[in-house]
C-alpha cells in the first residue's frame, strides 16, 4: 500500500518551460490538494479536487493549472515555469468519514525555476 | 491568505525536557490535526482532533482541542533525539474540505 506517491522527486527547470507534477493515491479517497511549501510560510493551498470531476482554486492557484484525470490521479501543471513558483511541492488525499477528514501526504516535489 | 499562528517558530531543547507549542486561529474549527515533518519527506499525521475540550495521546505526544475552538496544543514529554524535526497544526472549518496550515515548529534537540 503505496499511500500517495508523487513524481518526479526533484526538477529543475529554465524559466518558461512548463512540466506537469503527477499525483496518485491508492487508498480510494475521493479528496485531492496540492501545496506549496515555502521556507516560514507553512503549506499553501494551490488547488483541490472534492471528488472526481471537479477541482477549485485554493489560496494561490495563480500560474498552475490542475487535472483530476480519474479518481486515483490528480496532477499540477506549470504552463511557463517561473522563479517565484521555485518551491517544494505537495500532493495529499483525504475522504471524508463522518466528521472526520484527515490528509495523507505525498513524499513532495522539490521544485527549482531558474 | 489565511494562516494560523503557530508558536514558538523554533525550539532547541535538552534531551530529556518537555515541549509545548500551540496554534490560534480568528475562525472557528472543528477539527485539528497535528503533523510532523522530516527533513526531505511529507508531513506525518501525529494526532487528530475532533471535539472541543478533546485530549488525546500518541505515546508522547498530547494534544488538545482548545474550548474555544480557536485554537489547540501540543505537548511532547521527554524529548528524544528522533522528535527533531517541524511540527504543523491544520484546521479545518464546518462544511469545508479545505484546512489551514500553521507556519510550523521547528524543534532541535540537544542530546
Known amino acids: 500500500n503505496a499511500g500517495v506517491t508523487q513524481t518526479p522527486k526533484f526538477q529543475v527547470l529554465k524559466t518558461g518551460q512548463s512540466m506537469t507534477l503527477q499525483c496518485a493515491q491508492d487508498?480510494?479517497?475521493?479528496?485531492m490538494y496540492w501545496y506549496r511549501q515555502d521556507p516560514g510560510m507553512g503549506l499553501r493551498l494551490i488547488y483541490y479536487s472534492a471528488s472526481e470531476g471537479t477541482t477549485d482554486k485554493g489560496e494561490v492557484p495563480n500560474g498552475y493549472n490542475v487535472s483530476r484525470l480519474n479518481k486515483r490521479e490528480f496532477s499540477l501543471r506549470l504552463e511557463s515555469a517561473a522563479p517565484s513558483q521555485t518551491s517544494v511541492y505537495f500532493c495529499?488525499?483525504?475522504?471524508?468519514?463522518?466528521?472526520?477528514?484527515?490528509?495523507?501526504f505525498g513524499a513532495g516535489t522539490r521544485l527549482s525555476v531558474l | 491568505g489565511q494562516q494560523l499562528n503557530q508558536s514558538p517558530q523554533s525550539m532547541f531543547i535538552q534531551e530529556g525536557e518537555d515541549v509545548s507549542m500551540n496554534c490560534t486561529s480568528s475562525?472557528?474549527?472543528?477539527?485539528w490535526l497535528w503533523y510532523k515533518q522530516d527533513p526531505g519527506e511529507g508531513p506525518v499525521l501525529l494526532i487528530a482532533l475532533y471535539k472541543a475540550g478533546e485530549l488525546t495521546s500518541n505515546g508522547r505526544l498530547t494534544a488538545q482541542f482548545g474550548i474555544t475552538r480557536k485554537d489547540s496544543f501540543l505537548n511532547i514529554s521527554a524529548s528524544i533525539p528522533s522528535d527533531v524535526g517541524i511540527y504543523f497544526c491544520a484546521g479545518q472549518a464546518s462544511g469545508t474540505y479545505k484546512y489551514i496550515f500553521g507556519t510550523g515548529t521547528r524543534l532541535k534537540v540537544l542530546a
Open positions: 475562525s472557528i474549527f472543528n477539527t
Open positions: 487508498m480510494n479517497h475521493n479528496s
Open positions: 495529499a488525499s483525504s475522504e471524508r468519514e463522518g466528521t472526520k477528514n484527515i490528509q495523507y
